[in-house]
């Protein structure tokens, strides 16, 4: 954990002693495409466990209701706060 933090630590530090640099422009496509990768080679790993592809409809299922509990609980919280908070009087 500690190795973790200390090396974004790092990259923070260098990230900002070389933020002026033209060089760093091209950080944010790497990112993108290091992202591309991580998110193959983790369905690589999915597709290479049996107990998840064979539980794979029971896992998506409950992930599918994870995700729209969620999304209407943000939903539902949004209104309440913008209700109470921002709506003016007299607005419909």
Not at 12 to 39: D, H, N, P, W
Not at 57 to 72: N, W, Y
């Amino acid at each position: 954990m500690f190795t973790v933090i200390g090396i974004m630590l790092s990259g923070i530090l260098a990230g900002y002693l070389l933020r002026s640099r033209k060089e760093m422009r091209f950080t944010g496509r790497l990112i993108s495409y290091t992202i591309f990768l991580l998110l193959f080679l983790l369905g690589i790993s999915v597709g290479n466990n049996e107990a998840i592809v064979n539980n794979l409809p029971e896992i998506g299922g409950k992930a599918f209701l994870i995700a729209v509990s969620a999304t209407l609980g943000s939903l539902i919280c949004a209104w309440v706060v913008y209700r109470y908070f921002f709506k003016k009087e007299g607005e419909s």
